[in-house]
């Protein structure tokens, strides 16, 4: 139950096109999801996140999509290009200190 | 703002040795973590403390693995005796007080057992 399940653990896409990354979970309690870029060699960092408040949240090209019935949320990479090559995770943490739990991570590769 | 700081950036020892990892928090960061990082999977918590007391250590092998955050500010994590499977990258992350506020992480200590 506090599982968040990532597909697909690849991705390749064209540069200029729409790159889309799942996440599901079954906790309720979470409150707040957030999507980390990690580039080789570093620590994540924090892309976007979303509360189950709003069904959507647009920052540049880069956009949650959320599914409270469903339990799924999703990241869109618009015009995507080849410096978003990097693995992302999507988490999800409830208020009152939950621990934010990670999903398995896509690694993104955008071709020229 | 300067980063979370990790030190060292890689160790290698052998099977049943002993490693500390050292991290530096950004100041005024109430929250600290350490996760530990497979190769191809998401990060796992370890601890997280908030100031010097420990907020949540369920997924620590304490066997073998100790935390300790003097003062609220830096922390070691410890291993002692190192297995083969504790081979991954050790991230420590810092947030302003609790796990919904941004987690900003460190590089990372990658480990290698053999």
């Known amino acids: 139950q506090q599982q968040v399940k990532q597909s697909p653990q690849s991705l390749i896409v064209q540069k200029g096109g729409i790159s889309i990354i799942n996440c599901a979970y079954e906790?309720?309690?979470?409150?707040?999801f957030p999507w980390y870029q990690q580039f080789p060699g570093k620590g994540p960092a924090l892309l976007i996140a979303?509360?189950?408040?709003?069904s959507e949240k647009k920052e540049g090209r880069f956009t949650i999509s959320f599914n409270k019935s469903a339990k799924q949320f999703s990241l869109h990479i618009m015009d995507s290009q080849p410096g978003d090559s990097a693995t992302y995770f999507c988490?999800?943490?409830?208020?009152?200190?939950?621990?934010?739990?990670f999903g398995q991570g896509t690694e993104l590769s955008v071709k020229p | 703002e300067a980063g979370v700081a990790q030190s060292p950036r890689y160790k290698i020892i052998e099977k049943r040795q002993s490693v500390a990892f050292w991290c530096n928090p950004i100041?005024?960061?109430?929250?600290l973590y350490w996760y530990q990082q497979i190769l191809g999977q998401g990060p796992k918590l370890l601890i997280q403390?908030?100031?010097?007391?420990?907020?949540?250590d369920s997924q620590l092998p304490k066997d073998r693995f100790s935390a300790e955050r003097l003062k609220g500010v830096d922390s070691t994590l410890k291993i002692q005796p190192a297995k083969l499977e504790d081979s991954a990258v050790y991230l420590c992350?810092?947030?302003?007080?609790?796990?919904?506020?941004?987690?900003?992480f460190g590089p990372g200590t990658r480990l290698t057992v053999l």
């Open positions: 979303i509360r189950p408040d709003v």
């Open positions: 100041s005024g960061h109430a929250t």
């Open positions: 906790n309720t309690a979470f409150d707040y």
């Open positions: 992350a810092s947030s302003r007080w609790t796990s919904t506020d941004t987690q900003y």
């Open positions: 988490a999800a943490t409830y208020n009152q200190g939950g621990k934010l739990i």
């Open positions: 403390f908030q100031n010097n007391g420990v907020v949540d």
